[in-house]
């Protein structure tokens, strides 16, 4: 993640794209990346959306990487690590909602 993190400043450095990076900007591009994946699969049924051709797996892989990536520019806006978010809400999730039990 950090070596990400690295890449990803370096990248828009190099670009002089830094101003344009504010946790707003990013946080509206994640979303507008995310939109973008749920366009993909915006009239499929259920059962179409897990079998997807080539073609729209390697669409799914572009979107998924924007969306990491602004969401990876905009964890790193308040030093978080989102790998690390994940795996505490993970824990809280597990209060919240317990296992069931048959």
């Not at 946080?27 to 939109?35: D, I, K, N, P, R």
């Not at 897990?50 to 990491?68: K, L, P, Q």
């Not at 964890?75 to 909602?97: G, H, Q, R, S, V």
Request: aromatic residues 8%; contains cysteine; glycine residues 2%.
């Amino acid at each position: 993640m950090e070596k990400l993190k690295s890449r990803l400043r370096e990248f828009a450095a190099a670009r002089n794209w830094q101003s344009f990076h504010n946790p707003k900007n990013l946080a509206m591009a994640l979303s507008v990346e995310v939109a973008e994946i749920t366009e993909i699969f915006q009239w499929k049924s259920a059962g179409e959306s897990m079998d997807v051709d080539d073609a729209t797996r390697r669409h799914i892989a572009e979107e998924v990487g924007d969306a990491m990536i602004y969401l990876t520019m905009l964890a790193d806006k308040f030093d978080l690590d989102p790998l690390d978010c994940a795996t505490e809400k993970m824990k809280l999730n597990a209060i919240k909602y317990p296992e069931q039990h048959s």
